[in-house]
């Protein structure tokens, strides 16, 4: 009897007084380590070039022509007014944001953790699992949207969680805004805003379900009208540069259009990969690649050592047992995540772990439970190995990456920057290089192109009448590169090895005669 209590898996405490961790410390911890991944990451990320130019157009010219480079400008303009009020450069306000919203995550995470039912060990254990996480740390020294909305998600869901044990205007309020928060971020918050409250008609315990659910609805859906009536004016009326739904016109786009999509790529896949007998399961297999697109990088997100561990607690019976109430409204915004995710790739046809983000924050709110009752349950031996083993573990792959082997691109920027004339025109595929060298670049005419340079260098194009060529080449075209090279009599200026990560060639176009020594 005593042997069995003994690796019993502890129940949820069931209390709301859980003693809280102080979270000054996550705060600075956090910023120490957004802090330490900026250090040793040379190159900014490819949206945040997006968003720079975005916030230096909003300076200059205001929100529609911010609005025109970026459809949803919330991010640039956020961090213009911090350069605006504070005089630090753009990039480093931007920088200053990103890390200030992975802090509020990890805040939100940990205060998630300890509404759940979490003790202090518990809330230790989700500190260390939110700040040592791979994955959703890998932005850190990148300007993006993603930390901003994963928090604002996971308050949004505190709030609902504390609106169960007291529905009071207060949780209602705060739910609502930092629901339509985090929609300006991502607009896929609008999913969560209009089926999280359904989530309560599942509940067991909570009384007026139905009149709880009309309530957080109601100030929802004339939001939502809004949003959809500018939408369409602007979609109408607006010239097409300064449309503000830009990526959400392309998925509207791609969903009424995704039927007849989807035969064509069930007819590429039956002609090139099934047997004449298997043609009729096309569809089939189509769905069933997307499927595993899909699941791979929910893994990639939840990272494969969680992912493992959270099966091992579910057939291990390990899994904390929540409130119920709780348990079915983290589940169900675990569903609408994945049901988001589901449509986004059906539509799109491919998945990032980036994106699936929004389901690992939930799914890894298990994790602090799990690992605390293996602590509690386990044997010395299995203790160690699993839960100091791997949180030491995703801690150093947190802290160490390859991101300073993209130094390269770098060197090649501040050559630009320091030996080319300030009035130089160039070509490049690359977005780092395009900014930071601060030349003559025509941004409409390489996205247009899609930052190929394949497509930038093709026969038509006006590469010609520009002074200066900088290409970021993958492994895999140097020999293509080297006979666009000898096709047109070129010779490389300088070269940036790189490694596996390929090269930056800069080539200074014969028509200048400019001396790039100068």
């Known amino acids: 009897m005593n042997a069995k209590q003994e690796h019993t898996v502890p129940a949820h405490p069931a209390r709301d007084t859980a003693p809280s961790t102080d979270y000054r410390i996550i705060i600075v911890l956090s910023l120490l380590l957004s802090l330490w991944l900026i250090a040793i990451d040379p190159v900014l990320n490819k949206d945040a070039i997006l968003y720079l130019r975005s916030a230096e ?25 911090v350069h605006q009020l504070t005089g630090i450069p753009l990039v480093y306000a931007g920088l200053l944001l990103t890390s200030v919203y992975y802090a509020i995550l990890c805040v939100a995470f940990v205060a998630t953790v300890a509404t759940l039912g979490g003790n202090r060990r518990v809330q230790l254990f989700a500190a260390i699992v939110v700040l040592s996480h791979p994955a959703l740390n890998d932005q850190r020294s990148s300007i993006v949207r993603d930390p901003a909305y994963w928090g604002l998600i996971l308050l949004a869901f505190r709030e609902l969680l504390l609106y169960l044990r007291n529905p009071a205007l207060r949780h209602q309020l705060l739910w609502t805004i930092y629901i339509l928060l985090a929609s300006l971020f991502r607009f896929e918050g609008l999913f969560f805003a209009l089926l999280a409250p359904l989530s309560l008609l599942a509940t067991r315990d909570f009384a007026r379900r139905g009149r709880r659910c009309l309530q957080l609805l109601l100030p929802i859906l004339p939001v939502l009208g809004a949003t959809v009536v500018v939408f369409l004016l602007y979609q109408q009326g607006a010239d097409s540069g300064a449309r503000p739904g830009g990526g959400i016109a392309n998925y509207l786009q791609r969903l009424l259009s995704f039927p007849g999509k989807f035969n064509q790529i069930a007819d590429v896949t039956a002609q090139s990969m099934l047997d004449l007998n298997s043609r009729e399961d096309a569809s089939l297999a189509v769905l069933a690649a997307l499927t595993a697109i899909l699941l791979v990088n929910l893994c990639r997100a939840l990272s494969w050592p969680w992912t493992l561990l959270l099966l091992w607690g579910t057939r291990a019976h390990q899994v904390p047992r929540l409130r119920h109430d709780d348990a079915v409204l983290l589940l169900a915004h675990m569903l609408i995540a994945l049901l988001y995710l589901a449509a986004f790739t059906l539509i799109n ?71 080319t004339p300030a009035d130089a025109s160039l070509v490049s595929n690359n977005h780092y290089l395009a900014y930071i060298s601060m030349r003559q670049f025509d941004w409409d005419l390489a996205a247009s192109r899609k930052f190929t340079w394949q497509k930038l260098l093709a026969p038509g194009e006006h590469w010609q009448s520009r002074d200066y060529l900088a290409m970021r080449i993958e492994p895999q075209d140097v020999i293509a590169w080297e006979r666009f090279l000898r096709l047109h009599g070129l010779t490389e200026t300088i070269v940036f090895e790189g490694g596996r990560r390929g090269k930056v060639c800069i080539v200074q176009l014969p028509r200048t005669g400019i001396d790039s020594e100068r």
């Open 57 to 81: 157009a909003y300076l200059q010219d205001g929100v529609l022509a911010s609005q025109r480079l970026f459809a949803r400008p919330l991010l640039p303009i956020c961090f213009a007014l």
């Open 349 to 419: 046809h491919f998945m990032l772990d980036r994106y699936a983000g929004q389901f690992a924050i939930f799914g890894l709110l298990f994790l602090p439970f799990i690992l605390d009752a293996i602590w509690s349950t386990g044997r010395r031996s299995l203790r160690i190995f699993l839960v100091v083993g791997l949180l030491l573990l995703m801690s150093l792959d947190t802290l160490h990456n390859n991101d300073y082997q993209k130094a390269f691109i770098r060197d090649a920027g501040n050559w630009l920057l320091e030996n």
